[in-house]
């Protein structure tokens, strides 16, 4: 840590951080106390942003071992949730998140392929029990009560975020609490938000072209507009996903990697350079970076200054992605667009429902195709769309 902030670009910045930061105050008493730094130590603080900030940097430094903190930070949490709640709620709340939520959780974290905020869900389903034994006490009933009927009245008086319940109720099925009782699926509904085609065209030249935006913002704003990828999926995005090919710029999210128009590898090859944010404590690391690092050393941006960036620039990034992931259906068939973008292909084919499009027919060809292997190096051209120049094309288009 010492080395991280002497080898510190800034100085004067790095002064400042220890005299004013209650961060820095707060890893001077964990140093001062003369324990040994350690997770477990930090799990002893209540949780805070200063606990969690500390815990990063010395994550970042080398100092502490990197672990699921998404997920690890979720038990001191559960602490202070069940500090004022009923003796009989946390026996079974307990358990339920322990032996069920986190270990399902930490089980598919260890063989996901991209990250995930799997601790905003976890947060969610416990929020839920909590209210749903909140609600059988005010008609004073206890949880081996719940009936059909009730649990019907429940989630008719919610709403979907309800329908997660379905997980502490089989849970608690298969203890023997409850009978076997029914959640409907959630309905699923067309996105009610999408934006003009002619707009996101005007949007997509601002972004390429306007060089008074911040360079993170035209990118990140563009790869929505352009290939309908997550806000979740670009903050994660480091340099090792970008590559050169017979001298164009891929994106490596899919099989095979994705053609990157050159005003768009531009801006990425200058988030490589120079990043959007300087870190103020630099640890001496090797691999890949960030292109759009956060406040928190070593992690990417946060989901919600992140998405909160691109709307003060006017891009809304739902209704944005809506929009790009429907017209780029109309041009590539769903298994190929999974395939480029990483999408599972039910969402892909979900999205090809929505934009009206009927696959069948190349769908019965690829079948009837005897083919040659695929090969693994990337696409070298792109076709472009009738709308845009090449600067702004997009993926490539198949042919059978």
């Known amino acids: 840590m010492a080395d991280a902030l002497s080898g510190a670009e ?4 790095v002064l400042c951080w220890l005299r004013r930061s209650p961060n820095a105050q707060l890893l001077g008493e964990l140093a001062a106390s003369g324990r040994t730094l350690s997770h477990d130590l930090l799990d002893e603080l209540p949780p805070s942003r200063y606990e969690h900030y500390v815990r990063q940097t010395l994550v970042h430094t080398g100092v502490l071992p990197e ?15 069940l500090a004022d709640q009923r003796p009989e709620h946390a026996a079974l709340i307990r358990p339920f998140v322990h032996w069920f939520l986190l270990r399902r959780a930490r089980r598919r974290a260890a063989h996901r392929g991209r990250p995930a905020m799997a601790g905003s869900y976890v947060r969610t389903r416990i929020r839920v029990t909590f209210e749903l034994l909140t609600w ?18 429940w989630l008719a008086a919610g709403n979907t975020r309800n329908y997660s319940i379905r997980y502490f109720l089989g849970w608690a099925t298969k203890r023997g609490l409850l ?98 944010r300087q870190a103020r404590i630099n640890a001496d690391t090797s691999g890949p970076r960030w292109l759009f690092p956060g406040l928190l050393p070593g992690r990417p941006a946060a989901p919600s200054g992140f ?94």
């Open 136 to 153: 059988l006490d005010q008609d004073e009933l206890a949880l081996g009560d719940l009936t059909q009927d009730r649990l019907d009245q």
């Open 10 to 13: 800034n100085a004067r910045g």
């Open 179 to 276: 009978p076997e009782l029914t959640v409907p699926a959630i309905p699923r509904q067309d996105p009610v938000r999408i934006l003009d085609e002619d707009e996101r065209w005007h949007q997509l030249s601002r972004l390429l072209n306007d060089a008074a935006m911040p360079p993170d913002v035209r990118a990140a704003g563009a790869m929505v507009l352009l290939f309908g990828l997550p806000t979740s999926r670009i903050r994660h995005l480091h340099t090792g996903h970008l590559r050169e090919h017979n001298g164009q710029t891929h994106l490596d999210i899919g099989s095979p990697p994705l053609p990157i128009p050159p005003k768009l590898a531009v801006l990425l090859r200058q988030l490589t350079d120079e990043p959007a």
């Open 307 to 400: 998405s909160r960036k691109l709307l003060e620039h006017g891009i809304d990034a739902r209704p944005a992605r809506n929009a790009a992931l429907i017209a780029l259906l109309e041009d590539v068939p769903p298994p190929i667009l999974a395939d480029l973008l990483g999408l599972h292909i039910n969402t892909a084919v979900r999205w090809a429902d929505i934009a009206r499009r009927d696959w069948t027919d190349y769908l019965a060809a690829r079948d009837q195709d005897t083919g040659s292997p695929r090969s693994t190096d990337p696409p070298s051209t792109t076709t472009t769309p009738s709308r845009a120049s090449t600067s702004t094309a997009s993926p490539t288009t198949p042919r059978r």
């Open 67 to 81: 672990r699921h903190e998404d997920l690890d930070r979720i038990p001191a949490w559960l602490d202070q949730l």
